[in-house]
């Protein structure tokens, strides 16, 4: 069974458009995160929900709002989509956000054209 | 500001050679320290972690990592690399003080020449 999913794998649109990206885990974790990885290989975090509470808000444009329905899942919704939003977007959960080891999603790349 | 620094971008190592990745951060309190890798077209994946105790950690594949507070420093060592450690490897950071934030360093890409 998978731990962290995301779905879709490959996300290839339009600069514009509106998009969302989903992240589910089955592994009863409080507390789940987004990170951003640019061409470069960097991750920055962008959320962190702790039991469906919103913890962490980096320095993100409020083109990007995170929803987190329930303590299995945080889903990414962008809109009006920019050129630099291109990157591989990973979802990551862990047990209760302080100390834990974080179980990453396969990532969803993302192509702005 | 918070930050890690992996000073290494690309090591690129003939197999059975030794291996030592740096990382450094900036914080002045108590840290957790992780370290990932993330095999080509693979999502990430702990290697090893220090909470606190013995400041040298053991984790897999071989790997093992030194804390030493007094430099900040948490470097990822391997006495001898396979061509199946070609990888990208993240230095991160925890704070403990109640946030819940995981600070990344750069990654340092490494390639293992067979």
């Known amino acids: 069974d998978t731990a962290v999913s995301q779905t879709p794998k490959y996300l290839v649109t339009q600069m514009g458009n509106d998009k969302s990206i989903k992240c589910e885990q089955n592994l009863g974790h409080d507390t789940m995160y987004w990170y951003k990885q640019d061409s470069k290989k960097f991750l920055k975090i962008m959320f962190s929900?702790?039991?469906?509470?919103?913890?962490i808000n980096e320095t993100v444009p409020n083109r990007f709002s995170p929803k987190s329905p329930d303590k299995a899942h945080l889903n990414l919704h962008i809109n009006s989509l920019e050129l630099g939003d291109s990157a591989v977007y990973f979802c990551?959960?862990?047990?209760?956000?302080?100390?834990?080891?974080?179980?990453f999603g396969p990532g969803t790349r993302l192509t702005v054209t | 500001a918070q930050s890690v620094s992996q000073h290494n971008h690309h090591v690129i190592l003939s197999e059975a050679a030794s291996l030592e990745l740096g990382c450094n951060y900036s914080?002045?309190?108590?840290?957790?320290l992780f370290w990932y890798v993330q095999y080509p077209g693979q999502h990430l994946q702990l290697l090893l972690k220090?909470?606190?105790?013995?400041?040298l950690v053991k984790g897999i594949k071989g790997f093992e990592a030194e804390f030493i507070k007094s430099k900040f420093s948490f470097n990822l060592r391997k006495p001898s690399v396979q061509w199946s450690d070609t990888a990208e490897y993240f230095c991160?950071?925890?704070?403990?003080?109640?946030?819940?934030?995981?600070?990344f360093g750069t990654g340092t890409r490494l390639k293992v020449l067979a």
């Open positions: 220090y909470f606190s105790g013995d400041p």
């Open positions: 914080y002045g309190g108590t840290v957790n």
């Open positions: 929900y702790n039991n469906k509470e919103l913890i």
């Open positions: 990551a959960s862990s047990q209760t956000g302080q100390g834990d080891e974080q179980y």
């Open positions: 991160a950071v925890n704070p403990t003080s109640g946030t819940y934030k995981y600070i």
